[in-house]
């Protein structure tokens, strides 16, 4: 059976997903693999959306009366009294040479980009990313060299997007092969409870890389709808182990000669 009619199998049938602790190890991870690349392409879709957004946004900003600025000798110039704060189209651009605004202020923001003394902060959907001024060894930076850097990233932006798309299915497939790592060895407490004695972990491992993909669909449903799902992460274990469990049940119970 191929991994298209296995994935349609893996929807709806934990009989067959049951058999499949046969295969070898090398099909499974290739299911994986595939399961990954199907069941991320609306997060693909949405990072592509949304450095487009951002690019286009900062665009905007910095061809904008924004203050005078530059990066010399490693740190911020700008000409402000006092953080400079503008929003265009849900991005925020912040001038804080004197560090006035703390990392928590900062973080209140949905998407920010703000320059401090020392460093560059992207906030993004409550992560940071810092970007010291130290990196551009003591090289002069100012607002005119900036929207030139923009104008000439415009006909490379496809190909940003494409990288960051791979590390980010890369970091996918790393994320899931942990997930299945661990439902396997919680396999091996189900399959003790439901006196499946004749299961091992490669075969635990195994049905675990398929118990994941009734999940891995409905979050990626969710994902394309822009629908939210409190919990997602326990969620998501929550029903892997559950699907986990009737598969393991639908394994014959090996019997004992007397």
Same mark, same amino acid.
């Given at each position: 059976?191929?991994?298209?009619?296995?994935?349609?199998?893996?929807?709806?049938?934990? !009989?067959?997903?049951?058999?499949?602790?046969?295969?070898?190890?090398?099909?499974?991870?290739?299911?994986?693999?595939?399961? =990954?690349?199907?069941? %991320?392409?609306?997060?693909? =879709?949405?990072?592509?959306?949304? =450095?487009?957004?951002?690019?286009?946004?900062?665009?905007?900003?910095?061809?904008?009366?924004?203050?005078?600025?530059?990066?010399?000798?490693?740190?911020?110039? *700008?000409?402000?009294?006092?953080?400079?704060?503008?929003?265009?189209?849900?991005?925020?651009?912040?001038?804080?040479?004197?560090?006035?605004? %703390?990392?928590?202020?900062?973080?209140?923001?949905?998407?920010?980009?703000?320059?401090?003394?020392?460093?560059?902060?992207?906030?993004?959907?409550?992560?940071?990313?810092?970007?010291?001024?130290?990196?551009?060894?003591?090289?002069?930076?100012?607002?005119?060299?900036? =929207?030139?850097?923009?104008?000439?990233?415009?006909?490379?932006?496809?190909?940003?997007?494409?990288?960051?798309?791979? *590390?980010?299915?890369?970091?996918?497939?790393?994320?899931?092969?942990?997930?299945?790592?661990?439902?396997?060895?919680?396999?091996?407490?189900? !399959?003790?409870?439901?006196?499946?004695?004749?299961?091992?972990?490669?075969?635990?491992?195994?049905?675990?890389?398929?118990?994941?993909?009734?999940?891995?669909?409905?979050? *990626?449903?969710?994902?394309?709808? %822009?629908?939210?799902?409190?919990?997602?992460?326990?969620?998501?274990?929550?029903?892997?182990?559950?699907?986990?469990?009737?598969?393991? !049940?639908?394994?014959?119970?090996?019997?004992?000669?007397?």
């Amino acid at each position: 059976m191929n991994i298209f009619k296995q994935f349609i199998k893996s929807l709806y049938s934990p !009989k067959t997903m049951a058999s499949f602790r046969f295969q070898g190890i090398g099909k499974t991870i290739l299911f994986v693999f595939f399961l =990954v690349l199907l069941t %991320s392409i609306p997060k693909f =879709v949405n990072i592509g959306t949304d =450095v487009t957004n951002f690019y286009n946004n900062a665009q905007e900003i910095f061809e904008s009366d924004v203050p005078a600025f530059y990066i010399e000798e490693n740190q911020f110039h *700008a000409d402000v009294q006092e953080p400079y704060v503008m929003e265009e189209s849900g991005m925020t651009i912040i001038f804080d040479p004197e560090n006035e605004l %703390s990392l928590s202020e900062l973080k209140g923001y949905q998407e920010v980009l703000a320059f401090q003394k020392d460093e560059a902060l992207l906030v993004y959907q409550g992560t940071v990313e810092y970007i010291p001024f130290s990196d551009f060894q003591g090289a002069y930076i100012g607002k005119e060299e900036v =929207v030139s850097f923009l104008d000439s990233m415009e006909g490379t932006l496809p190909v940003w997007i494409t990288v960051i798309i791979i *590390a980010s299915y890369v970091f996918f497939s790393a994320t899931k092969f942990i997930q299945v790592t661990i439902l396997g060895l919680i396999g091996l407490i189900l !399959k003790n409870a439901l006196q499946r004695s004749n299961l091992n972990f490669r075969h635990t491992w195994i049905m675990s890389a398929y118990a994941v993909t009734i999940p891995s669909v409905f979050f *990626a449903i969710m994902e394309a709808l %822009s629908i939210p799902v409190p919990g997602a992460v326990w969620l998501n274990f929550a029903i892997a182990v559950f699907v986990l469990f009737l598969i393991i !049940k639908e394994v014959k119970v090996k019997k004992i000669q007397e």
